[in-house]
């Protein structure tokens, strides 16, 4: 059964940068389309950016230019690259597959003080 494993998170201030990793163990993970999504406090999750194999991507408005979201092929890896972080970026990251979604991970917290 495939596994998501997210890290990286963390306690950061206003305007700070943090660097989400994922590690997914899944032989299809390189023609898979990846994503990160997140969930805030009392809130519904939601996806935040999603990479293709090829490396195309795309992102929630609320994150574009701010969040950069990349992948390994060769090391089964997703990453989330956050700078200028704001207070309502706090929230529950996950990583999954929008190409048959995968048994959700822990999740990584991220928390922007202002």
């Known amino acids: 059964q495939a596994q998501l494993v997210e890290s990286g998170g963390g306690l950061v201030q206003a305007g700070g940068s943090l660097r989400l990793s994922c590690s997914v163990s899944d032989s299809m993970f390189s023609i898979r389309v990846m994503a990160w999504f997140r969930q805030p406090p009392g809130k519904e999750r939601e996806l935040v950016a999603s990479?293709?194999?090829?490396?195309?991507?795309d992102y929630v408005d609320s994150v574009k230019g701010r969040f950069t979201i990349a992948r390994d092929n060769a090391k089964n890896m997703v990453y989330l690259q956050m700078t200028t972080l704001k207070p309502e970026d706090t929230a529950v990251y996950y990583c999954n597959s929008l190409s048959g979604p995968l048994v959700w991970g822990q999740g990584t917290q991220v928390t922007v003080s202002s």
């Open positions: 990479i293709r194999g090829s490396g195309s991507t």
